[in-house]
């Protein structure tokens, strides 16, 4: 969704839901996958 973010830094990921074909779609649930790496998650959901 961009260029990587500076090293140490917060960075808020912002996901069109039609980039991902959930627009105007009811989700039950949301899974995070992270490979080789280090991630901290905060609030994740609708805007």
Same mark, same amino acid.
């Given at each position: ?6 090293? =140490?830094?917060?960075?808020? %990921?912002?996901?069109?839901? /039609? ?9 039950? =649930?949301?899974?995070?996958? %992270?490979?080789?790496?280090? /991630? ?8």
């Amino acid at each position: 969704m961009g260029p990587l973010p500076p090293t =140490g830094q917060w960075v808020r %990921l912002e996901v069109p839901a /039609a980039l991902v074909g959930l627009e105007n779609r009811v989700l039950s =649930g949301m899974a995070f996958t %992270l490979f080789d790496g280090l /991630a901290t998650w905060d609030t994740a959901g609708k805007r």
